[in-house]
Each structure stands twice: as C-alpha cells, then as structure tokens.
C-alpha cells in the first residue's frame, strides 16, 4: 500500500498541507512525498515491522538522496532487530541494495550483526552458547544477495 501512496503522491500537482499552527501551505505532489519519507524515516521502527517497511521500500521508485536517507534508517534498525528476524531482515535489505549503495549496506549489515551476535552473547550466562541458525542465516542471506547480481 505505501509504494502505491508515495506513487499516487507525487502524481498530484499540489497538495494543501495544515500546518501545526493552523496555517495553509501548499506543496508540489513530490514535495510531500519527500516529507512522508522523511517523517517515517524520522519515526521509531517497531521490530515486527521492519521487515514490511523495507519491502515496502524495495517497490517503491525512490531517488538518490531518498535512497540514502532509507539506507540508513535500515541500516540503524539491524542493532534493535531480534535473532529471529535476522535472516529476514538481511534477505529484505539485500533486495533494496540493488537500488545502489551495495556496499554501503553490506558493510552496515555487517557492523550491525557484530554488534547483535556480541550483545547475544554477553547476555548468556556462563556455559550456555547462541544457537548458530541465526549467524548461518545472516550469511546465507548475504551470499544470496550477493549472487543475485551475478
């Protein structure tokens, strides 16, 4: 739904906007298409949701400096994703990197999987180990992101 309402908006020649304090402004359809990217990737993502708002990302024609903006909030998001969306997460991201930036969102992917695999494992009182599936799926999906450009 969301690719299908930043389409719809940026389309629209104007948009009249009510500001906070009552005033009327009027915007360009790809003004306020900018300002709802940039209010989402301003909010807090919820862990369940990650995944659907980069797919969602993923289908929707965004320019460079939007790219950018998206990629990082992504990339911010990998350190508050739980194990067990790990695989799923990197899968979406891997698929939105082919919009550009590969190895920017690699090596972010990366940072933020050492920084959850090392927390995993401080939380683990002694003698017990992480479960491997989560690192093999992080990996996997890697290699399979990265063969899909081959």
């Known amino acids: 739904m969301l690719p299908k309402l930043l389409a719809f908006l940026n389309k629209m020649k104007e948009i009249q906007v009510t500001n906070s304090d009552g005033s009327v402004e009027t915007l360009s359809g790809s003004e306020w298409r900018c300002l709802v990217i940039d209010k989402i990737c301003s909010s807090r993502w919820r862990s369940p949701l990650i995944i659907g708002l980069i797919g969602a990302f993923c289908e929707t024609d965004i320019d460079t400096s939007q790219f ?83």
């Open 68 to 150: 950018e903006l998206v990629s990082e909030k992504m990339i911010r998001q990998i350190a508050n994703v739980e194990t067990n969306i790990l695989g799923s997460v990197v899968r979406q991201l891997m698929v939105f990197a082919q919009k550009g930036n590969k190895n920017g969102i690699l090596k972010g992917l990366c940072d933020g999987a050492q920084k959850i695999f090392y927390n995993v494992k401080q939380d683990l009182e002694p003698g017990m180990t992480i479960s491997n599936d989560a690192e093999g799926q992080f990996i996997v999906q890697i290699l399979y992101g990265i063969r899909q450009d081959e």
